[in-house]
T-cell receptor, first 112, second 111 residues
Framework: SQTIHQWPATLVQPVGSPLSLECTVEGTSNPNLYWYRQAAGRGLQLLFY??????ISSEVPQNLSASRPQDRQFILSSKKLLLSDSGFYLC???????????FGPGTRLTVT | QKEVEQNSGPLSVPEGAIASLNCTYS??????FFWYRQYSGKSPELIMF????GDKEDGRFTAQLNKASQYVSLLIRDSQPSDSATYLC???????????FGPGTRLSVLP
């Protein structure tokens, strides 16, 4: 069966510091991968999606970036965090060609 | 701008009753429709998806889709306190692209 991992589970970072969040999927090949952010009391916002290694599409302009160095690995990064970057970051995957998305456990980021 | 709307709630129902959650969407070209359950502090869990007009049943859950009215609903029969959560409606195309989530409806099942 498929499993999706995210780490770390929680993170507290000062403003201006860098960020690296990692997501890996097991038990499937060539998945579509997604990064979402959920701000406190708000809905899910799609940040990036990827249909293959090195293929990244950005949905919103921001100071975040994403990379997919391996087929089942998706990384979210920032060079300098802003207070507004605080939130619950969720990685999701779907089978290539199918629409159902499955979420990982998430990383709760607090920027202080 | 594609939009998905839901009543924020909270929707309170007594244990054993039917909970009815509603969602409307703006993009008439949408092809796939999903319901996720999110417990407080946890990630969303996919509980139902539907692609064709009509009803789809899975255990105590029934998803209903009316593309002409751009409306999708989720019925939860025999509601349990463990069903208390926020329910997110999501709408997309056939290929996992253009996913848009609604803000969620908070459901409270009272024992």
């Amino acid at each position: 069966s498929q499993t999706i991992h995210q780490w770390p589970a929680t993170l507290v970072q000062p403003v201006g510091s860098p960020l690296s969040l990692e997501c890996t999927v097991e038990g499937t090949s060539n998945p579509n991968l997604y990064w979402y952010r959920q701000a406190a009391g708000r809905g899910l916002q799609l940040l990036f999606y990827s249909v293959g290694i090195g293929q990244i599409s950005s949905e919103v302009p921001q100071n975040l970036s994403a990379s997919r160095p391996q087929d089942r690995q998706f990384i979210l990064s920032s060079k300098k965090l802003l207070l507004s970057d605080s939130g619950f970051y969720l990685c999701a995957w779907s089978v290539r060609g199918q629409a159902e998305q499955y979420f990982g456990p998430g990383t709760r980021l607090t920027v202080t | 701008q594609k939009e998905v709307e839901q009543n924020s709630g909270p929707l309170s129902v007594p244990e054993g009753a039917i909970a009815s959650l509603n969602c409307t969407y703006s993009d008439r070209g949408s092809q796939s429709f999903f319901w996720y359950r999110q417990y407080s502090g946890k990630s969303p869990e996919l509980i139902m998806f539907i692609y064709s007009n009509g009803d789809k049943e899975d255990g105590r859950f029934t998803a209903q889709l009316n593309k002409a009215s751009q409306y999708v609903s989720l019925l939860i029969r025999d509601s349990q306190p463990s069903d208390s959560a926020t329910y997110l409606c999501a709408v997309g195309d056939n290929y996992g692209q253009n996913f848009v989530f609604g803000p969620g409806t908070r459901l409270s099942v009272l024992p």
